[in-house]
């Protein structure tokens, strides 16, 4: 079963995407923010990681960082999933390490297509 973490801070975002990821037999996990992700991805070592940017305490920038230098996390697929839609923003998450980089609205349907494409 693929296990993916969600990171987002806003709950309808949350529930529309662990619905979704279940009916897809994913594992999934939700974190709420930068540190509450890492520590939940170094005991669950996920797939994927679904990370957005603007969060308290520790911002997705920080988080993507984090994970990249953690040698049991480093090759853990980062898709982040922002409402920063701009050029500057896309290519610094792409440039930091970020497998891809989707903007906010999304659709679910196409953003679970996305992540199996990512894993296969």
Do not use: C, H, W
């Amino acid at each position: 079963m693929k296990k993916i973490l969600i990171v987002d801070d806003e709950p309808n975002i949350v529930m529309s995407l662990e619905y979704a990821f279940k009916k897809k037999s994913f594992e999934v996990y939700i974190a709420r923010d930068g540190g509450e992700a890492i520590q939940i991805a170094e005991d669950k070592i996920p797939d994927v990681i679904l990370l957005d940017i603007m969060m308290p305490n520790v911002d997705g920038y920080e988080t993507l960082k984090q994970i990249k230098n953690n040698i049991n996390l480093r090759d853990t697929k980062v898709v982040f999933l922002s409402a920063k839609n701009k050029v500057a923003d896309i290519e610094k998450g792409l440039q930091m390490g970020a497998d891809k980089y989707l903007t906010k609205p999304f659709s679910v349907k196409k953003l679970v297509s996305e992540i199996n494409e990512l894993l296969n």
